[in-house]
């Protein structure tokens, strides 16, 4: 007698939160992008050049003996990584209480921690609409309830806020916000505006995620006061911050800065999760800033970036002139893209094969928001490539627009 699997939806009682787990489309495309076998300008993932992560001086710091390198960690992390996340925050002019900082196993984690300390099913959650997927992701898998926000050129459109969020006759719980560089408009929030948001979270008793993995990365322009220095210490305050965009994304480490009472809470989420972060990773981190390496490198990172950044803009006009609207980033890894012209009735969802076929990988723009908006916009990395491989990429971008203009795809 045939025996049907006891994990057959109609047998298997899962929580009802399943419901809300959905997939990252940037994450799967590694996997997508590995399967192919012919060569693909990778302008999906947002994630430094392999040439660019300092293989060899962490090489050699991991062959140095370190006592307890490869037992558990404290959960709060190694007290030497820290103390350099301290001195790395010092430099750059911001002032850190070590009592405030907790290490994660990369920003993702820091996310995670964050959105399960404070949504309960149904919480109003406001995000940048165009906005990171993973954060979307797991604001639903905790059940809260996504207001996507307008975002222009100034970032999170903040003054449009109170009357979004009037609508939904609920007062939201957590406000989530990508403030320099953001992921994937590349646009920074003005300092008018985070001061304007730091007061309506007081008004609504509400908690700001500060995501900002990409602020060290500015190029071009002067840096904008962060929450921390226009609110030092604001219990509402929740910042997220990684090694994965300025060293390297593989070791996931990360870090969160926020109020001591909070963080209590956050060490006993983290315990149910995994114990400590990567305890060699952990070591290696804090060898590397300890031997005043990390500065060094991002001079180079910001130079290479800026590079990068204006190879894809000009090849970006060259090949489609006013057909397309691109953000111009002072920092970080990414432009967005709009279609506009013969190109406007285009879903870059539907390109994305065609594209692919032509040799080049981006991310569709309806992976950004919750509600499928931006099938006219895609997200391009100028990061990863070379600006002769940007020019290629650009090149069969532009031949598979033109494939599609041709043959009458539309949305």
Not at 71 to 88: F, H, K, R, S
Not at 89 to 107: E, K, N, S
Not at 304 to 324: N, P
């Amino acid at each position: 007698m045939a025996t049907e699997s006891l994990l057959t939806p109609a047998r298997t009682r899962l929580a009802s939160r399943t419901s809300q787990l959905k997939g990252s489309i940037i994450d799967s495309s590694t996997s997508l992008l590995a399967s192919q076998t012919h060569d693909i300008v990778r302008f999906a993932m947002g994630a430094p050049n392999a040439e660019l992560i300092p293989e060899a001086e962490l090489a050699g710091l991991y062959t140095q003996p370190a006592s307890g390198r490869y037992d558990y960690a404290a959960t709060e992390g190694n007290p030497q990584l820290i103390e350099q996340i301290v001195a790395y925050h010092a430099r750059r002019g911001q002032l850190v209480d070590p009592g405030r900082l907790l290490v994660t196993t990369g920003g993702m984690q820091g996310l995670d921690i964050a959105f399960k300390l404070m949504v309960d099913p149904g919480d109003l959650v406001i995000v940048e609409s165009p906005t990171y997927t993973n954060g979307i992701s797991t604001a639903l898998s905790y059940q809260g309830q996504v207001l996507e926000a307008p975002v222009d050129d100034e970032g999170l459109i903040v003054e449009a806020l109170p009357e979004l969020v009037a609508a939904t006759g609920k007062t939201p719980k957590v406000i989530y916000v990508i403030p320099n560089f953001q992921n994937p408009s590349g646009r920074t929030l003005s300092e008018d505006r985070r001061r304007r948001l730091l007061e309506l979270a007081e008004q609504w008793d509400a908690f700001i995620i500060d995501d900002d993995p990409y602020g060290a990365l500015r190029f071009e322009g002067t840096d904008v006061p962060g929450f921390a220095q226009l609110s030092p210490n604001n219990p509402r305050v929740v910042a997220v911050r990684t090694f994965s965009k300025v060293l390297a994304p593989g070791l996931r480490v990360g870090w969160m800065d926020l109020d001591p009472a909070l963080r209590a809470l956050a060490i006993s989420a983290k315990q149910s999760m995994d114990t400590c972060t990567n305890a060699p990773m952990q070591q290696l981190v804090a060898d590397y800033l300890a031997a005043g390496r990390l500065d060094a490198h991002l001079d180079t990172l910001r130079s290479v970036y800026r590079e990068r950044k204006q190879a894809m803009q000009t090849a970006l006009a060259g090949a489609f002139g006013d057909e397309i609207e691109a953000t111009d980033p002072q920092g970080g890894f990414f432009l967005w893209l709009t279609l506009r012209g013969r190109y406007a009735e285009i879903n870059t969802e539907r390109l994305f094969e065609v594209a692919l076929r032509h040799g080049v990988a981006y991310i569709p723009g309806p992976a950004f928001s919750d509600s499928g908006a931006f099938t006219d916009a895609l997200r391009l990395c100028f990061a990863t490539s070379t600006p002769e491989r940007i020019n290629q990429g650009v090149e069969r971008l532009h031949a598979a627009l033109e494939e599609m203009a041709r043959d009458g795809e539309t949305r």
